[in-house]
C-alpha cells in the first residue's frame, strides 16, 4: 500500500513539473514568437490540460548559450527585467586600473587609477566625460593625489580639467578646451588653455646633442601659462590660425634628486633664481583630412607656423621660432594595420634664452630618452609606428580595441644646420600597448629604450 501511495505521489509531483514547465515555455514563446495552441477541454471529463508538442524554440546566438539554462526556467521564477541599450551602453562604466610608470628623472610610480566613464545617453555607445581620479605614491616626490575630468563633445570639441597635488611640493593645474568646428557653418575654430605647475623632478643635461648623462643638474621649475588661439576654416580641410601664448617662469634651487643646482653647473644659465615672462604670438597653417583627430585610421596631416617674442611687447628677451610637422597614417586590410609616420621639425634664432623655451627632444614624442633630455635650438624627429589590431573586444557593451605598436624613433638637436651628422644621431624604439574606444578615448602603456635606458609611460592618448 505504501508503495503505491509513494508511486501516486510520485505521479502527481511529476504531472506538476510539467505543467510548471509548459507554461513557463509558453510564456517564453509568448514574448518570442507566436502564441502558443490554446489548451483544449475534453467535454466528456473532468476538465484536464491536454499537453501539446511544442514548436521548439528559436536558435540562439552563440553568445547566449550560457543563458539557455536561466532562460528555460519556470515561469513562477521572477526574472529580473532587462535594461535595453540598442546601440551601446548608456550607464556609467567603472574599471579600477593600475598606475605604474618609470622615468630616470622623475622616478617610479606605484597606485591606483579608478576610472569612470560616462556615455551620451542619446547617442548610444559614444562617451561623453570620463573621470579619473588616482592615488600614486612616487618614490621621488612622495604621495600624491589627481583629479582628472575629461568631455568630449560634438565636432570634435573637446576639455580637459587636472589638478595633481602631492603633500610636498609636485603641482599640476590644467584647464583647457578645444573646439574645431564652431559657428555658422562650422566657419571658425578656437582653443583656449591655462597652467600652474611646480615640478621638483626637472633636470638639464646641457645644450647640444652631445650633453652627458652624468652631467645633468636638477632644478624646481614654477611656471604660469596660457594660451590662445583663434581660427578661421577655409576649404574643406584648411585652416589659418592666430596663436597667443604667455609663460612667466621661475627656476628654484633643488629638484633632480642629489644632483647639483642648475645655477652652480652651469653658471651662464638663464633664467635662474628669477622670473622671466615671455610673450609669443604668431600665425599657423595647418591642412587636416584625417577620419579622427583623436584617434586616425587613414588620413594627413600638416601644419606650418611661425611664433615672434618682442621685448617691446613685454617678453624678457626677442626671439623667432618657425616649426613645422607632417603625420601620415595609412591602413592596410580592413584597417588591422596602420602605419603612423610623424616628422618633426622646429628651430629658434636666438640660443640666449632659456632652456624651457628653446627645441626639446625627449619624452612624449622621443619615449627612449626622458622629458628635456636634448636641448639645443633647433631639434628634428622622425617617427614610425605600426598600430597593429590585436583583437577586437566588448566590455559590459563597450567595444574597443586592443592595439600592438612596436616603434621606431630617430631624432638629434643641433645649434646650425651644418651640426647635423649621423653619428650624433639619437634612436629610440620599443612598444606601446593600447586600449582604443573610437573615435575619442586612448589608454595607453608605451615602454622605450635608448642607449641610456629604459622609460615608461601611461596616458590617455597616442603619442602623436
Given at each position: ?58 536558435a ?21 527585467p ?36 560616462f ?30 575630468w ?47 605647475e ?100 587613414r ?27 607632417a ?38 614624442d ?6 628635456g ?32 605598436a ?48 629604459m ?10
Amino acid at each position: 500500500m505504501r508503495n503505491k501511495i509513494r508511486v501516486l505521489g510520485w505521479t502527481l509531483s511529476l504531472a506538476v513539473w510539467l505543467s510548471v514547465e509548459c507554461a513557463g515555455l509558453s510564456s517564453l514563446h509568448a514574448e518570442t514568437s507566436q502564441p502558443p495552441t490554446p489548451l483544449k477541454k475534453s467535454p466528456q471529463q473532468p476538465q484536464l490540460l491536454v499537453l501539446r508538442p511544442q514548436p521548439e524554440p528559436p536558435a540562439l546566438p552563440s553568445s547566449t548559450n550560457l543563458l539557455i539554462h536561466a532562460q528555460f526556467q519556470p515561469s513562477t521564477l521572477r526574472r529580473r527585467p532587462e535594461i535595453k541599450e540598442e546601440n551601446g551602453r548608456t550607464r556609467p562604466l567603472f574599471l579600477p586600473l593600475p598606475a605604474i610608470a618609470s622615468n630616470p628623472n622623475k622616478g617610479a610610480d606605484f597606485g591606483i587609477l579608478p576610472v569612470v566613464l560616462f556615455f551620451d545617453k542619446e547617442s548610444h555607445g559614444r562617451i561623453q566625460n570620463i573621470l579619473a581620479p588616482s592615488l600614486i605614491f612616487n618614490t621621488e616626490t612622495g604621495l600624491k593625489g589627481a583629479f582628472r575630468w575629461l568631455g568630449y563633445l560634438p565636432k570634435g570639441a573637446k576639455y580637459q580639467l587636472i589638478a595633481i597635488q602631492s603633500i610636498d611640493v609636485d603641482s599640476d593645474y590644467i584647464a583647457e578646451i578645444e573646439a574645431p568646428r564652431i559657428g555658422p557653418n562650422d566657419r571658425f575654430a578656437a582653443a583656449t588653455g591655462v597652467r600652474f605647475e611646480r615640478d621638483p623632478t626637472k633636470v638639464f643635461y646641457g645644450f647640444g646633442p652631445d650633453s652627458r648623462k652624468g652631467g645633468k643638474s636638477g632644478l624646481i621649475q614654477r611656471q604660469y601659462r596660457a594660451s590662445l588661439s583663434a581660427g578661421i576654416n577655409l576649404l574643406e580641410h584648411f585652416r589659418a590660425s592666430y596663436n597667443e601664448q604667455l609663460r612667466v617662469a621661475l627656476i628654484e634651487d633643488g629638484g633632480g634628486s642629489q644632483d647639483p643646482f642648475i645655477g652652480d653647473t652651469f653658471s651662464g644659465a638663464s633664467g635662474v633664481r628669477t622670473w622671466s615672462t615671455f610673450s609669443a604670438r604668431g600665425l599657423s597653417v595647418l591642412f587636416d583630412n584625417r577620419d579622427s583627430g583623436a584617434t586616425p585610421t587613414r588620413g594627413y596631416f600638416g601644419m606650418v607656423g611661425v611664433e615672434i617674442s618682442q621685448q617691446a611687447l613685454g617678453s624678457e628677451q626677442s626671439f623667432t621660432r618657425v616649426y613645422g610637422e607632417a603625420k601620415a597614417f595609412i591602413p592596410w586590410p580592413n584597417t588591422q594595420w596602420i602605419s603612423a609616420v610623424r616628422v618633426f621639425s622646429s628651430f629658434i634664432d636666438n640660443g640666449g634664452v632659456p632652456h624651457y623655451e628653446q627645441s626639446v627632444l625627449g619624452g612624449k614624442d622621443f619615449r627612449g630618452y626622458p622629458s628635456g633630455r636634448f636641448v639645443d635650438r633647433g631639434v628634428f624627429t622622425v617617427n614610425l609606428e605600426e598600430r597593429i589590431r590585436v583583437i577586437r573586444l566588448e566590455l559590459l557593451r563597450v567595444p574597443f580595441d586592443v592595439e600592438a605598436a612596436p616603434f621606431v624613433e630617430f631624432g638629434q638637436v643641433f645649434n646650425d644646420l651644418e651640426d647635423i651628422e649621423a653619428r650624433r644621431l639619437q634612436v629610440s624604439y620599443g612598444l606601446g600597448i593600447r586600449a582604443v574606444v573610437r573615435p575619442d578615448v586612448v589608454g595607453k602603456i608605451d615602454v622605450g629604450a635608448a642607449d641610456e635606458g629604459m622609460n615608461i609611460r601611461v596616458g590617455l592618448d597616442y603619442p602623436f
